[in-house]
C-alpha cells in the first residue's frame, strides 16, 4: 500500500463490496469476556450517524473521489499524514479506479460502528478495535468475525475441521509467511490450527473514526494500528 501494510499476512482487499448491507451477523448488544467478542454495530442509535454512513458507504461503493473527501474533516489523520490533499496523493485518488482504499474502507466501515469507548467523543469502526481488550496486546491477536467460521488442522479448505469458533479472539502463531490466505492461529479453546483470513480481523488493521463538528458528521481518520 501506499500507506503501509497491516503488521500480519492480509490479503489487501476483500473479494466483494456489499456497501450498504451490514453483515447479517452485527448485533445490537456486544459480549467481551476477553476471549470473545461479539460484534456490535451502534449506527443506528444516531438518526444523523447513520445517515452520514450510508452516503460515505454509497460514496465507497460508486467510487466518488470529490463526495468521499466532502464527507472527510480538513485535517483528517491518515497514516502520519493529515489533511484532504494528502489522502488523496497516498491513496492515488487521481487514478481512482485502481487505488485499494476503497475495499479498504469499506471493509472497515461495514464490521460494525460503535462509540468510541477509547478517545474523544464519536464513532469508531470496526466494533473489534473499539472492543479489543486493553489486556492485551493487540499486535499478536486476530478476532473471528464470521458466524461459525472453522478452525481446520491444515491451511486446506478439505482439512478435517478441529472446532467450529464463535467470535473467538485468537493468539496468532508464527507460521510460513507464504499462506497470505491462512493464519496459524490458537483459538479461545487452547486448541491450534488454521483460520481463513477471510473470517478473522486483526485490532490493530485499519479503523476509521469519526466525529460530529458544528452539526455535521465527517470522517476524522484512517488509521493503522491500536
Not at 29 to 58: C, K, M, Q, W
Request: hydrophobic content about 40%; overall charge positive.
Amino acid at each position: 500500500y501506499a500507506c503501509g501494510m497491516a503488521r500480519y499476512p492480509r490479503k489487501a482487499t476483500r473479494r466483494t463490496l456489499l456497501v450498504g448491507l451490514l453483515p447479517l451477523a452485527l448485533m445490537r448488544g456486544a459480549v467481551v469476556d476477553y476471549y470473545h467478542i461479539t460484534p456490535l454495530d451502534e449506527s443506528d442509535n444516531d438518526a444523523a450517524f447513520r445517515r452520514f454512513r450510508r452516503s460515505l458507504l454509497t460514496a465507497i461503493r460508486d467510487r466518488n473521489v470529490q463526495q468521499l473527501l466532502a464527507l472527510f474533516a480538513p485535517d483528517i489523520l491518515n497514516d502520519g499524514n493529515s489533511g484532504r490533499d494528502e489522502f488523496r496523493r497516498a491513496w492515488r485518488l487521481e487514478q481512482a479506479a485502481a487505488s485499494p482504499v476503497w475495499d479498504l474502507l469499506a471493509e472497515t466501515v461495514q464490521l460494525g460502528c460503535v462509540r468510541n469507548r477509547k478517545g474523544v467523543s464519536g464513532f469508531v469502526a470496526p466494533y473489534v478495535y473499539a472492543l479489543f481488550p486493553d489486556r492485551f496486546d493487540g499486535l499478536p491477536y486476530f478476532v473471528v468475525v464470521k458466524p461459525a467460521a472453522k478452525l481446520y488442522e491444515r491451511p486446506e479448505a478439505l482439512s478435517p475441521v478441529i472446532e467450529t469458533l464463535h467470535w473467538d479472539v485468537m493468539e496468532y502463531l508464527e507460521g510460513d509467511l507464504r499462506l497470505v490466505d491462512w493464519h496459524n492461529v490458537k483459538a479461545a479453546s487452547g486448541r491450534e490450527g488454521f483460520v481463513r483470513d477471510t473470517d478473522v480481523r486483526s485490532p490493530t488493521d485499519y479503523h476509521a473514526t469519526f466525529q460530529k463538528r458544528h452539526g455535521q458528521w465527517l470522517m476524522t481518520g484512517f488509521l493503522l494500528g491500536a
